[in-house]
């Protein structure tokens, strides 16, 4: 669940400034009446009376600015803007007009155009806390949670009032929540509450948070208060996830059934969340059908969800058949479904296999081939080679009138697929005890990834924002093509857990206790929410970050990491640790380049083997090298095959 979602700041600064103030000029009348259309709902006898207003006085800014409103309650948003524009080059000294396009532009999903028109209010109006929450709800929409939460901070030194206050509040927890600060979102939840009681939002939002702190029962609570106070989809969606969480799968698909029935008929593309997550469900539940059936709506309604499409891979594979990737598109608008992608090693004349009956085609190594009349229902496909030999097996799920198109890839990794890593080795920490090999693994690695394919960002001894800068680098180049793009991360460094949260701990670190970890150290939250974010094919997160705890003794923290949450794992990642949950992974022995862990990983880097043998082949070494003292885990699952 997106806590910001709903977006709260859309009326915000549009109620503030639906209408100027009855100023005793010949206007006034028709600004009245105006006023009273546009409070009702009215808008287009609202702009009627505003018209007659300009017409009256056609250099009054206002008239234009409150034009500009009804439009922008109507949807029309360029509309709007061309008012706005026009309101500004009547008072260009009036912040208000900024402010409203900064707001436009954020519903239009123009997150750096919002930010430049919230700069250009302030610079007339510094302490209107309008545009910091506005340029605050541009940043968080972006993934710039610190620089959202900054600008929140901003809005609360210019005195919002208890109204906007509210706001403020739910919106910063809800930066907090998606870095892993939970603590840090309960208070401002708390105060938001303190503030407005009969509200549901935050009440939402706080059982929220509970629940990814595993206290469901505070969570519970809170979400029955929201559902109490208004019976929502979002409300019901929240309660049917901590349900699930207390593994309680019938209580949350009654909430969740919920949910889509007060959705309703007009579905629009951020509904596909709430299907998907009932195929979760409906998935353990034993519910095999109903989940295909989920996921598939939910791919209909967003057809780049990748979520729903690792779901109806899970539930096929379930029920008893094989493996299927995405829609690439909606059904109903292309007549077509894609289903997986198939390696060969050069162009050949080849038999497709559908349900059992051979058809020849002549196959090319890159590209696609479109296959005509299959019948609906469930269709078995595979592609026999000249050599006689089979490949793996695909089901698509057809409708009437679709076409099916099977991806042909060259090899094993095929040059369509965009491959990034992240590699980052921290050792030469000032606080704590110096890592002897993390640079060198961290070296080694990026040269090894680069002969492979990728694309390597590589940090060494780098600081917080360096850090955070390079992950949400990473997830950009992530989601420019999420359907074929492969991500790799390395860390290794210090790492700390703490309260079941883990923490990466940057060079600048000088965190005395665990108090300071949440402003000093990097939460892996935010690493695994900025990858939510991507929304890419396949993502890959090494940890080599159980090292010995640099808090031990009095300052608090526990070795090792802890094993980060099902739910809070991005649909087709895995993540792998260096050594088993809270456990310390070793250094190399002295002389030793590398650590053995790395040194495991780099001996099996290959474009060969499939990662499932790769991942055992390192286990095996890792083993060897420590006497059977370190064996490396993982969490997770990719759905697609994956080779280096």
Request: a neutral charge.
């Amino acid at each position: 669940m997106n806590l910001l979602k709903k977006l709260m700041m859309i009326s915000i600064i549009l109620l503030l400034f639906s209408a100027c103030a009855s100023t005793g000029k010949k206007y006034d009348k028709h600004l009245d009446i105006g006023n009273n259309f546009y409070n009702k709902g009215d808008y287009q006898n609202a702009m009627l009376e505003f018209e007659k207003a300009i017409k009256l006085d056609p250099i009054w800014w206002g008239g234009y600015l409150n034009k500009g409103n009804c439009y922008y309650q109507m949807g029309e948003y360029d509309n709007a803007i061309h008012e706005y524009n026009e309101a500004i080059r009547l008072g260009p000294s009036a912040w208000e007009p900024h402010a409203c396009i900064a707001d436009t532009y954020l519903q239009m999903g123009e997150y750096d155009s919002a930010i430049e028109s919230c700069n250009n209010a302030i610079k007339l109006n510094p302490k209107i806390w309008n545009a910091y929450f506005c340029k605050g709800n541009a940043y968080y929409n972006i993934g710039n949670y610190y620089d959202a939460i900054n600008e929140y901070d901003k809005a609360m030194q210019c005195k919002p009032g208890n109204d906007g206050a509210y706001w403020v509040y739910y919106n910063r927890g809800s930066s907090y929540h998606e870095l892993g600060k939970y603590e840090n979102a309960i208070r401002d939840y708390d105060e938001a509450i303190r503030i407005n009681k009969s509200l549901n939002f935050a009440f939402n939002a706080r059982g929220w948070t509970y629940a990814h702190m595993g206290q469901y029962e505070k969570a519970l609570s809170d979400s029955n208060k929201a559902i109490d106070i208004e019976a929502t989809p979002d409300n019901f969606d929240t309660r049917a996830f901590i349900y699930f969480g207390l593994g309680e799968y019938n209580k949350a698909l009654i909430d969740q059934n919920k949910a889509i029935e007060l959705i309703g008929t007009d579905l629009k593309k951020n509904n596909a969340q709430h299907f998907s997550f009932r195929g979760d469900l409906h998935i353990k539940l034993g519910n095999y059908d109903s989940a295909i059936s989920d996921y598939i709506t939910a791919m209909q309604l967003d057809h780049n969800y990748s979520k729903a499409a690792d779901g109806l891979t899970l539930a096929l594979s379930k029920r008893g058949s094989t493996t299927v990737v995405s829609l690439p598109s909606p059904p109903v608008q292309t007549a077509k479904v894609a289903v997986g992608s198939i390696s060969i090693t050069s162009d050949t004349a080849g038999i497709i296999i559908i349900d059992g009956k051979e058809t020849s085609y002549s196959i090319k190594a890159q590209g696609s081939l479109k296959i005509d009349n299959v019948h609906t229902g469930n269709t078995e496909i595979a592609l026999k080679l000249a050599d006689g030999k089979i490949g793996r097996k695909l089901t698509a799920v057809v409708r009437e009138g679709q076409m099916v198109q099977v991806n042909i890839k060259y090899g094993p990794a095929t040059s369509a697929i965009l491959r990034y890593a992240l590699i980052i080795g921290n050792a030469d920490y000032s606080e704590f005890s110096k890592l002897p090999n993390t640079v060198n693994d961290a070296r080694d690695i990026a040269a090894s990834l680069e002969k492979a394919g990728f694309k390597v960002n590589l940090l060494l001894n780098a600081d917080r924002r360096k850090m955070q800068d390079a992950i949400l680098q990473f997830r950009d180049n992530l989601s420019r093509n999420p359907q074929a793009t492969e991500g790799f991360i390395w860390y290794a460094g210090h790492g700390i857990q703490h309260n079941g949260e883990n923490y990466l701990v940057p060079l600048d670190s000088g965190i005395k206790h665990v108090d300071y970890l949440e402003t000093d150290a990097l939460s892996l939250a935010f690493l695994m929410n900025s990858l939510k974010r991507a929304g890419n094919k396949t993502n890959i997160v090494v940890l080599d970050a159980c090292r010995n705890n640099p808090l031990a003794g009095s300052r608090g923290g526990t070795r090792g990491l802890t094993v980060v949450g099902y739910e809070a794992i991005p649909q087709s990642t895995l993540i792998l640790y260096s050594t088993a949950a809270n456990e310390e992974a070793a250094d190399g022995a002295r002389g030793e380049r590398n650590s053995p862990f790395a040194r495991a990983f780099l001996n099996n880097i290959n474009s060969e083997t499939e990662f499932e043998l790769t991942f055992k082949a390192i286990v095996r070494d890792t083993l060897q090298f420590t006497n059977n003292k370190q064996a490396p885990t993982r969490y997770g699952l990719i759905y697609d095959d994956f080779y280096f």
